[in-house]
């Protein structure tokens, strides 16, 4: 089964093996069918000339600049639609088919539930699908049902899943190849759509990509709710049970209580909604180092009312607080990601956090099974080295792409003719030394092969040639050395005397 995560870093380019009026047909039904309500750039058509080179060239332009939007856009980058556009032959299959094929079984074995109406889109996942539901001798009390498909971090037995039983979830389910959780529905939503000032019941797109309305929560809330939930990940990390799937749409109010959502995403394998950022970084390497890293997203998004533009944040806008400055630089800078994150204990110690009291008594029921323990080990260490094998991965495309774009750079191909231009001439001129010193040799042969007259030591010495015959060769060397101006062919070599 194949799974696909968010690409790495780089552009998705346009398929030249596709015809460019399939790719256009498909771009605009992208962009018509979003419901997120994004001004997207999508180039503008042509009735008349639409044929031309000139036109096809800028409109592909246009379509790669709109491609480049989408994909660079957390939320629409998940998006079905886009990834169907994308890999269509890894996301051909119907999984709201499926998820009703498995729920419609499931009913029928406990037929003391049923389905109130299916919950479309409200999540993220192409693999996840919810459905509201309720217990026929309850009609007013609502539940969530949420099918998934099993992920590609999925590392524990099927027998340990089945020994799993989770207390924080109402109802855990465990099929061959996917899985069920039943919980209440919560009303008000999630911390999420408080922000957001969503509705829950709409689809994620619409609720999210685009707010009417940007604000943060306030400085109390913001302290209160990090509080609580950095409390949850330290209690889940002294458990030794992998999260790495906290977002504002996993945490819930019951009150003034924040509560996690989606304990079961790891044991299911299922991948982290912030993968396509902390995968880009070599020392967020570990599922408590992922937690952190989210929670920072968390925090910026209750601090501005929105998430962040970019990854590494190179700087804040005014917050309630320094306090809350602080704990984000520890955590989504640059040099945080050199660095690695900060610890859960670290974080509970800075002033944002340090002095808020929390009244809530209410211990966390959570038990795991001896026999669970250390299968989870396992799975956490199989998580984790997976991760790791993509960031290299990641790593050597990211050296291997900006290499291809300094080498293709126009700067760089003016440097190769200047260079190819100075090994021509060096060429030339070892040439024409090598022919020179070929040449000498062969003169100096036949001198000395000659007989000479017989002189007595009073003798005067006859005059030579030598002199005569350098003089001409000097000459003719001249030319050889200068290629550019004079032709070597064209040059007489003097013969011997």
């Known amino acids: 089964m194949a799974f696909m995560e968010k690409p790495p870093a780089g552009k998705v380019l346009l398929d030249d093996t596709v015809p460019l009026t399939a790719q256009i047909e498909a771009s605009q039904s992208l962009h018509s069918h979003t419901i997120s309500s994004l001004s997207l750039p999508l180039p503008p058509k042509k009735l008349i000339g639409n044929m031309e080179r000139e036109f096809i060239a800028e409109r592909q332009k246009g379509l790669q600049a709109y ?45 003391k539930w049923e389905v109130v109406e299916p919950l479309k889109d409200i999540g993220w996942r192409i693999r996840k699908k919810y459905f509201l539901m309720k217990i026929k001798n309850q009609p007013k009390e609502r539940l969530m049902l949420s099918w998934a498909d099993l992920g590609p971090d999925k590392y524990l037995s099927d027998k340990d899943l089945h020994i799993c039983h989770l207390k924080l979830t109402y109802s855990f389910f465990f099929f061959e190849s996917s899985a069920l959780v039943i919980r209440p529905f919560n009303e008000k939503g999630t911390l999420k759509d408080l922000i957001y000032k969503a509705r829950p019941k709409d689809p994620f797109l619409k609720k999210y990509c685009n707010p009417k309305k940007i604000q943060g929560l306030e400085l109390q809330q913001i302290k209160t709710y990090g ?8 209690f889940l990390h002294e458990k030794g049970f992998p999260y790495g799937h906290l977002h504002s749409a996993n945490v819930v109010l019951d009150g003034d209580t924040c509560k996690l959502l989606d304990l079961e995403n790891s044991l299911l394998g299922l991948p982290s909604f912030y993968r396509s950022y902390f995968s880009q970084f070599r020392k ?58 900060p610890t859960v204990s670290r974080l509970l110690q800075m002033p944002l956090f340090s002095d808020v009291l929390l009244t809530n008594s209410e211990k966390p029921q959570f038990k795991i099974p001896t026999k669970l323990k250390e299968a989870l080990k396992t799975s956490k260490e199989c998580i984790e080295k997976r991760l790791t094998e993509e960031q290299k991965s990641i790593h050597q495309h990211r050296r291997l792409t900006r290499a291809q774009s300094h080498h ?19 060429s030339a001129y070892e040439s024409a030394e090598e022919h020179s010193a070929k040449y000498s040799n062969s003169n100096n042969s036949a001198g000395s092969g000659a007989s000479s007259p017989l002189t007595s030591p009073s003798s005067p010495t006859p005059p030579s040639t030598a002199g005569k015959l350098k003089s001409h060769y000097n000459v003719c060397s001249v030319l050889f050395v200068l290629p550019s101006v004079f032709n070597h062919r064209n040059c007489i070599v003097p013969k011997d005397d």
């Open 67 to 111: 491609l480049d939007v989408i994909t660079s856009h957390h939320i629409l980058s998940n998006c079905e639609l886009v990834k169907k556009f994308l890999d269509p032959n890894s996301y051909s299959v119907n999984y709201t088919e499926i998820a009703l094929q498995h729920v419609s079984m499931f009913f029928r074995s406990e037929p």
């Open 284 to 341: 967020i390497n570990t599922l408590e180092g992922i937690d952190v890293h989210c929670f920072g997203h968390l925090l910026y998004e209750m601090t501005y009312g929105r998430p962040p533009d970019t990854i590494p944040v190179d700087s804040f806008p005014p917050a309630p607080s320094m306090s809350v400055v602080s704990v984000l630089e520890s955590i989504l800078t640059c040099e945080a990601m050199k660095n690695g994150m």
């Open 408 to 426: 293709g750079s126009e700067e760089e191909k003016k440097k190769r003719k200047i260079l190819a231009r100075k090994k021509s001439k060096r």
């Open 227 to 234: 509080r609580q939930i950095l409390e949850v990940l330290k």
